[in-house]
């Protein structure tokens, strides 16, 4: 851990790895380890400039813990796209907030918005799985067979399903009415982890 310690006085480039494993925090559900994380990106802020300022300032704000309202935190992400169009966690995140947070807080075309925000993200980086299954979810969400057939490739390819697997297999499955895969997602249901299994019972 000192050795660690001494690395990250030392080498500036431990910083761009720290604000990069900023978003990969908030997904593990370990708010400690994602508060250290945002803590060790603070103590290193001078070392980030230009874009990557940019980006802490979006992705973190001015305190650690974060003391943003959501509403401020998605402007921060709207003003930090107009400047770095270029991020794919920006866009990302800013169609997450969007996404889940948007519709509660009167926030205005939430769900058109975060489709913007999210295709934007898979533009840049085809390979940005979360960004398909969020892409993914509002498509189900719509009932919009076409965007699901188009993006159930994708899913199937880097989709990162997480605690949704099996749930978003079977929604698709059933929007696409597809029936051999909603035989193999009932195949499966007896080895599902817990999650998938909370995830089915409320769809």
Same mark, same amino acid.
């Given at each position: ?6 690395a ?10 720290? !604000?990069?494993?900023v @978003?990969?925090?908030?997904? $593990?559900?370990? #708010?400690?380890?994602?508060? /250290?994380? *945002? ?64 519709? !509660?807080?009167?926030? @205005?075309d939430?769900?058109? $918005?975060?489709? #913007?925000?999210?295709?934007r /993200?898979? *533009?840049?980086?085809?390979s ?15 009932r ?24 978003f297999?079977w ?18 249901i007896?080895?599902? @982890? ?10």
């Amino acid at each position: 851990m000192k050795a660690a310690s001494a690395a990250l006085r030392e080498d500036s480039t431990f910083a761009l790895a720290a !604000l990069a494993a900023v @978003p990969a925090s908030w997904r $593990r559900g370990d #708010r400690g380890s994602a508060d /250290a994380i *945002a803590a060790r990106v603070f103590r290193m802020r001078a070392r980030l400039h230009g874009a990557d300022s940019i980006v802490l300032h979006a992705l973190l704000g001015d305190t650690v813990p974060d003391s943003r309202s959501i509403l401020g935190t998605i402007a921060d992400l709207e003003q930090a796209v107009s400047v770095v169009p270029d991020r794919v966690e920006l866009w990302f995140e800013l169609g997450d907030r969007q996404l889940h947070f948007g519709v !509660l807080q009167d926030y @205005p075309d939430a769900l058109p $918005r975060a489709k #913007r925000s999210l295709e934007r /993200a898979l *533009a840049l980086d085809s390979s940005y799985g979360i960004a398909v299954d969020h892409l993914l979810l509002l498509a189900l969400h719509e009932r919009d067979s076409v965007a699901a057939a188009r993006l159930a490739p994708l899913f199937r390819r880097t989709g990162s399903r997480g605690d949704a697997e099996g749930a978003f297999d079977w929604v698709l499955a059933e929007l696409l009415n597809d029936t051999a895969a909603m035989r193999e997602v009932r195949a499966r249901i007896p080895s599902m @982890p817990a999650a998938s299994l909370f995830w089915l019972s409320g769809l």
